[in-house]
């Protein structure tokens, strides 16, 4: 009988057909309740309604003809919801078993929830210094006696005899620890439904942080929903912001998108629309400014400093991304400074017959006293930017990124010059957007993502450039995508 641990509490070992989740199915239940009146074993083999793989037969020892006269899962559904419901969960790999129950649950439209336990964790919280936590070597490290390995029966009864002989040789306060220690790791605080996580999908969007009184804490955007969410809860080293944002949460809610930069994008511009208490405002600005080079008489590159929408001269290389022309117009400074380029030739300084201010502190090299030819200060000009420029936009025009794959709902976007322009559920929609004047959005995330989207197409991404540059302000037909 175990003396440190939460009862009632219901340890689990399943057999299934495999090791996915989705697809495999259980050919074995075994449950081993402890409540205070005491401990009850109890085990069924289930007919999994699929061939069990021969390697699968040989490592169970459970059989297609074994299993071809037992019960059905949703015979004996109800049986084990009686076992399981109250009760903490208890598993070696707990996800595993979980999981495996949950789905079984799920076809019978039936959402089963728990509280686990994971005797892993336990194991390797308990038993640190020791190498391998699996039920096998935790088996060989105690010497517990088990009569068939890798039926559930056994095996749960082994994961018993583990938790009671953890508690003999470690004593009640270690135990409580690594429980504790347990759920501050993997799952949420005390005033929070545990259940919430399980919902959350291992798929990209947004998640919402809602706090008490339905107030919006928190809006994020991830490939992974679950893991980042997750991550959230389990940080080492949260920061007193990230804290406060966990200890207020009450309730998480999610939108599922066919992709990151879908994910992106709404993440934008819900920040922008809710404006969530936690959310550093003007996270993403609508303007970008970027640096690009136009050519005086003399043959001297000139930096200009230009909004991101504002096209340039067909393929005309541009430099960095800049919050403002203020920060923009820094980097300009910085890089005279450390390359002793000159603040006229620049445009820091309105050319003059005197030579320019960085040049009386000795800086600048002086293109503008005549020292330095034009040619000279270009090539030290685009050395020194070099680092800072973007890729060109490939395309003549605007083009039409679809993103999505399979059967998930798709996401359209209008784009051009690394900026989206118009968002949409449909082609149609997207043309009809078009039309309507919006403020572009770009960001150096999604320059990142679109850079890599765009010149390495992936599976869930398609691009269809739009035939013909015209103004925005003119209408796209259908006929113009290919
Ligand atoms: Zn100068």
Redesign the pocket.
């Known amino acids: 009988m175990l003396q440190h641990y939460p009862i009632p509490c219901a340890i689990v070992d399943i057999e299934t057909t495999g090791g996915n989740v989705t697809y495999d199915r259980i050919t074995e239940i075994a449950i081993i309740e402890v409540t205070k009146d005491g401990v009850t074993e109890w085990s069924t083999l289930i007919n999994p309604r699929v061939h069990i793989p021969k390697s699968i037969q040989s490592l169970t020892g459970i059989t297609d003809e074994m299993v071809a006269t037992a019960p059905y899962f949703e015979q004996v559904a109800k049986e084990i919801l009686l076992r399981l419901q109250g009760k903490l969960f208890i598993a070696h790999n707990v996800r595993f078993d979980y999981g495996f129950i949950r789905n079984e649950y799920a076809r019978l439209a039936y959402s089963f929830k728990a509280k686990l336990l994971c005797t892993v964790k336990l194991s390797r919280f308990l038993y640190a210094d020791r190498a391998g936590h699996s039920l096998e070597k935790i088996i060989a490290r105690h010497q517990i006696y088990v009569a068939a390995r890798h039926r559930a029966l056994d095996d749960a009864r082994a994961t018993y005899k583990f938790m009671s002989i953890a508690e003999e040789e470690k004593g009640e306060h270690q135990v409580k620890q690594a429980i504790q220690h347990q759920y501050r790791k993997e799952s949420m605080p005390a005033h929070f439904d545990a259940c919430l996580v399980d919902e959350l999908p291992n798929h990209s969007g947004v998640y919402y942080f809602w706090g008490e009184n339905r107030e919006l804490l928190y809006i994020g955007k991830s490939i992974n929903i679950r893991k980042r969410v997750l991550g959230h809860f389990t940080a080492d080293h949260k920061s007193s912001r990230e804290m406060k944002i966990c200890q207020q949460t009450r309730n998480i809610t999610f939108e599922k998108t066919p992709g990151e930069l879908s994910a992106l994008l709404l993440e934008s511009k819900k920040v922008k629309e809710l404006q969530p208490l936690y959310n550093r405002r003007l996270r993403r600005v609508s303007t970008f400014y970027s640096v690009c080079l136009v050519k005086q008489q003399d043959g001297l590159l000139n930096p200009n400093i230009l909004p991101i929408s504002e096209l340039p001269q067909a393929n005309q290389k541009r430099y960095g991304l800049f919050r403002s022309a203020k920060q923009a117009k820094e980097a300009i400074q910085g890089i005279c400074d450390s390359h002793g380029l ?4 620049c445009g820091l300084e309105p050319f003059s017959k005197r ?2 201010s ?2 009386q502190l000795k800086k ?1 090299r ?4 005549g020292k330095l030819p034009a040619l000279q200060h270009n090539v030290k000009l685009l050395e020194s930017l070099s680092s800072l420029a973007l890729t060109s936009w490939p395309y003549p025009g605007p083009v039409a990124l679809v993103e999505g794959s399979g059967n998930d709902y798709y996401q359209y976007l209008l784009i051009d010059n690394w900026c989206v322009l118009a968002t949409a559920n449909s082609m149609e929609e997207l043309l009809e957007n078009a039309r309507r004047k919006t403020q572009p959005e770009i960001d150096k995330d999604i320059y990142r993502y679109l850079r890599s989207a765009i010149l390495t197409p992936s599976k869930t991404i398609k691009i269809f450039p739009l035939q013909s540059i015209r103004p925005l302000s003119q209408p796209l037909e259908a006929t113009d995508i290919e």
């Open positions: 000159c603040y006229q030739a030579a320019c960085s040049h600048c002086g293109y503008c006293a």
